[in-house]
Protein backbone atom coordinates (compact mmCIF):
# COMPACT_ATOMS: atom_id res chain seq x y z
CA UNK A 1 0.00 0.00 0.00
CA UNK A 2 0.98 3.43 -0.84
CA UNK A 3 2.82 5.50 1.93
CA UNK A 4 1.83 9.32 2.05
CA UNK A 5 3.13 12.14 4.31
CA UNK A 6 0.65 13.00 6.84
CA UNK A 7 0.74 16.29 8.99
CA UNK A 8 -1.43 17.00 12.19
CA UNK A 9 -1.83 21.03 12.52
CA UNK A 10 -3.54 23.01 15.27
CA UNK A 11 -4.98 26.00 12.77
CA UNK A 12 -6.06 29.38 14.51
CA UNK A 13 -3.47 28.66 16.88
CA UNK A 14 -0.20 30.64 18.92
CA UNK A 15 0.77 27.18 20.27
CA UNK A 16 0.33 23.53 20.14
CA UNK A 17 -2.75 22.25 21.59
CA UNK A 18 -4.75 25.55 20.99
CA UNK A 19 -6.46 26.48 17.99
CA UNK A 20 -8.45 23.80 15.73
CA UNK A 21 -6.90 20.59 14.87
CA UNK A 22 -6.45 19.47 11.34
CA UNK A 23 -5.24 16.55 9.83
CA UNK A 24 -3.59 16.59 6.62
CA UNK A 25 -2.44 13.86 4.04
CA UNK A 26 -0.67 15.74 1.51
CA UNK A 27 0.24 13.22 -0.98
CA UNK A 28 -3.43 12.34 -1.74
CA UNK A 29 -3.57 10.99 -5.54
CA UNK A 30 -5.38 7.91 -6.12
CA UNK A 31 -7.44 8.10 -3.27
CA UNK A 32 -10.90 8.05 -4.12
CA UNK A 33 -13.72 9.66 -2.36
CA UNK A 34 -14.54 6.90 -0.39
CA UNK A 35 -11.01 6.42 0.58
CA UNK A 36 -10.87 9.87 1.72
CA UNK A 37 -14.62 9.99 3.53
CA UNK A 38 -13.29 6.88 5.39
CA UNK A 39 -9.74 8.10 6.74
CA UNK A 40 -11.56 11.35 7.75
CA UNK A 41 -14.16 9.49 9.60
CA UNK A 42 -11.18 7.47 11.31
CA UNK A 43 -9.12 10.62 12.47
CA UNK A 44 -12.49 12.01 14.01
CA UNK A 45 -11.47 15.06 13.59
CA UNK A 46 -14.04 18.14 12.83
CA UNK A 47 -12.07 18.20 9.35
CA UNK A 48 -9.95 16.33 7.26
CA UNK A 49 -8.11 17.92 3.98
CA UNK A 50 -6.30 15.97 0.90
CA UNK A 51 -3.71 18.16 -0.79
CA UNK A 52 -3.87 17.34 -4.74
CA UNK A 53 -2.55 18.81 -8.00
CA UNK A 54 -4.44 22.06 -8.63
CA UNK A 55 -6.15 22.78 -11.79
CA UNK A 56 -4.99 25.53 -14.03
CA UNK A 57 -4.66 28.78 -12.15
CA UNK A 58 -4.06 27.87 -9.08
CA UNK A 59 -1.00 26.42 -6.53
CA UNK A 60 -2.91 23.64 -5.19
CA UNK A 61 -5.92 21.64 -4.68
CA UNK A 62 -7.57 20.42 -1.83
CA UNK A 63 -10.92 18.39 -0.81
CA UNK A 64 -12.59 19.35 3.05
CA UNK A 65 -14.08 16.47 4.79
CA UNK A 66 -16.25 16.42 8.43
CA UNK A 67 -16.56 12.62 9.20
CA UNK A 68 -19.82 12.24 7.45
CA UNK A 69 -19.38 14.30 4.38
CA UNK A 70 -17.23 16.04 2.09
CA UNK A 71 -17.91 20.35 2.01
CA UNK A 72 -17.16 22.98 -0.55
CA UNK A 73 -15.19 24.93 1.86
CA UNK A 74 -14.51 25.63 5.27
CA UNK A 75 -12.27 28.15 6.97
CA UNK A 76 -9.61 26.44 8.98
CA UNK A 77 -8.97 23.96 6.89
CA UNK A 78 -8.00 26.52 4.30
CA UNK A 79 -5.84 28.18 6.10
CA UNK A 80 -4.12 24.75 7.08
CA UNK A 81 -4.02 23.77 3.82
CA UNK A 82 -2.04 26.84 2.38
CA UNK A 83 0.33 26.17 5.66
CA UNK A 84 0.61 22.58 4.62
CA UNK A 85 1.20 23.37 0.65
CA UNK A 86 4.05 25.66 1.85
CA UNK A 87 5.70 23.24 4.74
CA UNK A 88 5.24 20.28 2.11
CA UNK A 89 6.94 21.73 -1.14
CA UNK A 90 3.84 21.87 -2.53
CA UNK A 91 3.99 25.45 -2.89
CA UNK A 92 6.46 27.73 -3.51
CA UNK A 93 7.93 29.06 0.32
CA UNK A 94 8.77 32.51 -0.86
CA UNK A 95 5.34 33.36 -2.06
CA UNK A 96 3.13 36.29 -0.33
CA UNK A 97 0.26 35.03 -2.30
CA UNK A 98 -0.93 32.34 -3.45
CA UNK A 99 -4.57 30.53 -5.12
CA UNK A 100 -6.40 27.99 -3.71
CA UNK A 101 -8.44 25.32 -5.82
CA UNK A 102 -11.31 23.51 -3.94
CA UNK A 103 -15.12 22.78 -4.68
CA UNK A 104 -15.60 26.74 -3.64
CA UNK A 105 -13.88 27.72 -6.11
CA UNK A 106 -10.13 29.02 -6.64
CA UNK A 107 -9.52 31.86 -3.61
CA UNK A 108 -6.75 33.91 -3.18
CA UNK A 109 -4.72 33.23 -0.06
CA UNK A 110 -2.34 36.04 1.34
CA UNK A 111 1.10 34.62 3.35
CA UNK A 112 2.09 37.03 5.78
CA UNK A 113 5.14 37.83 7.81
CA UNK A 114 6.02 33.80 9.87
CA UNK A 115 3.65 31.99 7.65
CA UNK A 116 0.39 33.48 9.03
CA UNK A 117 -1.92 32.77 6.55
CA UNK A 118 -5.23 35.01 5.47
CA UNK A 119 -8.28 33.21 3.30
CA UNK A 120 -10.54 35.22 1.06
CA UNK A 121 -13.92 33.05 1.93
CA UNK A 122 -16.53 32.73 -0.89
CA UNK A 123 -18.85 35.66 -0.14
CA UNK A 124 -21.41 34.47 1.70
CA UNK A 125 -25.54 34.94 0.85
CA UNK A 126 -28.35 35.46 3.26
CA UNK A 127 -31.24 32.66 2.31
CA UNK A 128 -34.17 30.98 3.67
CA UNK A 129 -34.35 28.59 6.07
CA UNK A 130 -36.53 25.87 5.54
CA UNK A 131 -40.22 25.97 6.04
CA UNK A 132 -41.02 25.19 9.72
CA UNK A 133 -37.37 25.90 10.81
CA UNK A 134 -38.96 28.98 12.87
CA UNK A 135 -40.18 26.90 15.81
CA UNK A 136 -37.07 24.77 15.26
CA UNK A 137 -34.94 27.66 15.52
CA UNK A 138 -36.99 28.65 18.92
CA UNK A 139 -36.51 25.82 20.24
CA UNK A 140 -32.30 25.51 19.69
CA UNK A 141 -32.34 29.04 21.36
CA UNK A 142 -34.59 28.55 23.88
CA UNK A 143 -33.15 30.65 27.56
CA UNK A 144 -30.95 32.45 25.78
CA UNK A 145 -30.76 36.11 25.73
CA UNK A 146 -30.34 37.33 22.07
CA UNK A 147 -28.79 40.77 20.42
CA UNK A 148 -30.03 43.07 18.27
CA UNK A 149 -29.25 40.82 14.78
CA UNK A 150 -31.84 38.94 13.50
CA UNK A 151 -30.99 35.15 13.24
CA UNK A 152 -30.86 34.05 9.40
CA UNK A 153 -29.32 31.47 7.41
CA UNK A 154 -26.21 31.78 5.81
CA UNK A 155 -24.33 30.11 2.67
CA UNK A 156 -20.47 30.37 1.85
CA UNK A 157 -19.83 26.55 1.07
CA UNK A 158 -21.19 25.80 3.81
CA UNK A 159 -24.83 26.89 5.25
CA UNK A 160 -24.74 28.35 8.78
CA UNK A 161 -27.36 29.63 10.92
CA UNK A 162 -26.15 33.10 12.66
CA UNK A 163 -27.48 33.90 15.99
CA UNK A 164 -25.84 37.43 18.52
CA UNK A 165 -26.50 36.85 21.65
CA UNK A 166 -26.95 40.00 24.06
CA UNK A 167 -23.02 39.83 25.41
CA UNK A 168 -19.69 37.93 25.69
CA UNK A 169 -21.37 36.23 29.32
CA UNK A 170 -24.26 34.76 26.88
CA UNK A 171 -22.16 33.18 24.46
CA UNK A 172 -19.73 31.90 27.67
CA UNK A 173 -21.85 30.13 29.32
CA UNK A 174 -24.38 28.85 26.60
CA UNK A 175 -25.52 25.50 27.43
CA UNK A 176 -26.25 23.89 23.89
CA UNK A 177 -29.22 21.97 23.70
CA UNK A 178 -27.74 19.70 20.92
CA UNK A 179 -30.91 17.03 20.29
CA UNK A 180 -32.56 20.65 19.14
CA UNK A 181 -29.44 22.16 17.45
CA UNK A 182 -29.75 18.88 16.00
CA UNK A 183 -33.17 19.62 14.29
CA UNK A 184 -32.70 22.33 13.34
CA UNK A 185 -29.48 22.23 11.10
CA UNK A 186 -29.92 18.50 10.35
CA UNK A 187 -31.68 19.55 7.01
CA UNK A 188 -30.50 22.67 6.02
CA UNK A 189 -27.34 23.92 7.95
CA UNK A 190 -23.67 22.47 8.82
CA UNK A 191 -24.29 24.26 12.14
CA UNK A 192 -25.41 26.54 14.17
CA UNK A 193 -22.73 29.92 15.22
CA UNK A 194 -23.76 32.32 18.07
CA UNK A 195 -21.21 35.37 18.58
CA UNK A 196 -21.43 38.53 20.53
CA UNK A 197 -19.58 41.65 21.50
CA UNK A 198 -16.66 41.39 23.74
CA UNK A 199 -16.52 42.81 27.35
CA UNK A 200 -13.23 43.84 27.33
CA UNK A 201 -11.45 41.10 26.89
CA UNK A 202 -7.94 41.45 25.99
CA UNK A 203 -6.81 40.42 22.76
CA UNK A 204 -10.07 40.20 20.92
CA UNK A 205 -13.39 41.76 19.75
CA UNK A 206 -15.83 39.38 19.49
CA UNK A 207 -16.31 35.85 20.94
CA UNK A 208 -17.46 32.92 18.94
CA UNK A 209 -19.08 29.58 19.23
CA UNK A 210 -20.21 26.71 16.92
CA UNK A 211 -22.10 23.86 17.24
CA UNK A 212 -22.33 21.03 14.60
CA UNK A 213 -24.50 17.99 16.04
CA UNK A 214 -25.67 17.08 13.17
CA UNK A 215 -22.34 16.75 11.59
CA UNK A 216 -21.02 14.63 14.06
CA UNK A 217 -18.99 17.68 16.15
CA UNK A 218 -20.70 18.53 19.29
CA UNK A 219 -18.56 22.00 19.18
CA UNK A 220 -16.34 23.08 16.66
CA UNK A 221 -13.31 24.90 18.12
CA UNK A 222 -12.17 27.30 15.80
CA UNK A 223 -14.55 27.80 12.95
CA UNK A 224 -13.20 29.59 9.84
CA UNK A 225 -16.39 29.59 7.83
CA UNK A 226 -18.79 31.15 10.58
CA UNK A 227 -16.31 33.48 11.36
CA UNK A 228 -16.71 34.59 7.60
CA UNK A 229 -20.32 34.59 7.80
CA UNK A 230 -20.72 36.60 10.72
CA UNK A 231 -18.33 38.97 9.40
CA UNK A 232 -20.82 39.15 6.54
CA UNK A 233 -23.68 39.57 8.10
CA UNK A 234 -22.37 42.29 10.17
CA UNK A 235 -21.20 43.90 7.32
CA UNK A 236 -25.07 43.60 5.61
CA UNK A 237 -26.47 45.09 9.11
CA UNK A 238 -23.89 48.36 8.51
CA UNK A 239 -21.79 47.18 11.75
CA UNK A 240 -18.47 46.42 9.61
CA UNK A 241 -17.40 49.10 7.28
CA UNK A 242 -15.55 47.98 3.89
CA UNK A 243 -11.41 47.66 5.17
CA UNK A 244 -12.56 47.07 9.05
CA UNK A 245 -11.17 43.84 11.15
CA UNK A 246 -11.24 42.38 14.19
CA UNK A 247 -10.28 39.52 15.93
CA UNK A 248 -12.50 36.57 17.37
CA UNK A 249 -12.47 34.36 20.31
CA UNK A 250 -13.65 31.37 19.97
CA UNK A 251 -12.91 27.61 21.26
CA UNK A 252 -11.69 28.48 25.12
CA UNK A 253 -14.86 26.33 26.20
CA UNK A 254 -13.79 23.17 24.96
CA UNK A 255 -10.05 23.75 26.04
CA UNK A 256 -9.09 25.50 22.28
CA UNK A 257 -8.87 29.15 22.77
CA UNK A 258 -8.27 30.17 19.49
CA UNK A 259 -7.74 33.15 17.85
CA UNK A 260 -9.18 34.59 14.39
CA UNK A 261 -8.08 37.95 12.37
CA UNK A 262 -11.44 38.70 10.18
CA UNK A 263 -11.55 41.13 7.93
CA UNK A 264 -14.13 43.05 4.94
CA UNK A 265 -11.82 44.53 2.06
CA UNK A 266 -12.46 47.48 -0.01
CA UNK A 267 -14.39 45.13 -2.33
CA UNK A 268 -16.85 43.87 0.71
CA UNK A 269 -15.21 39.91 0.67
CA UNK A 270 -14.32 38.71 3.76
CA UNK A 271 -11.11 36.93 5.00
CA UNK A 272 -9.76 34.92 7.87
CA UNK A 273 -6.78 34.00 8.99
CA UNK A 274 -4.26 33.20 11.92
CA UNK A 275 -1.67 31.00 13.10
CA UNK A 276 -0.76 27.68 12.43
CA UNK A 277 1.35 25.09 14.24
CA UNK A 278 2.36 21.74 12.87
CA UNK A 279 2.09 18.63 15.77
CA UNK A 280 2.54 15.90 14.20
CA UNK A 281 4.69 15.13 11.09
CA UNK A 282 4.50 11.67 9.44
CA UNK A 283 3.59 9.07 6.92
CA UNK A 284 0.06 7.67 6.34
CA UNK A 285 -0.81 4.21 4.89
CA UNK A 286 -4.53 3.88 4.42
Known sequence: MTQRRFLQLDVFADRPGAGNPLAVVVDADGLDTAAMQAFANWTNLSETIFLLPPGEGADYR??????????????HPSVGAAWAAIEAGVATADRRSLVQDC???QLPVDVGEGRAIRVRAPRARRIAGPEGAGPLLDAALAGLRRGPLAPALWD??????VVELADEAAVRTMRPDLAAITALTADSAVGLAVFAEAD??????????AFCPADGIPEDPVTGSANATIAAALADAGRLSRGGRYVASQGREVGRDGR???RVDSDGEAWIGGRVQAVVRG???W
Open 283 to 285: TVT
Open 200 to 209: GGVGYDRVVR
Open 62 to 75: VRIFTPRQELPFAG
Open 103 to 105: AAG
Open 260 to 262: VDV
Open 156 to 161: NGPHWW
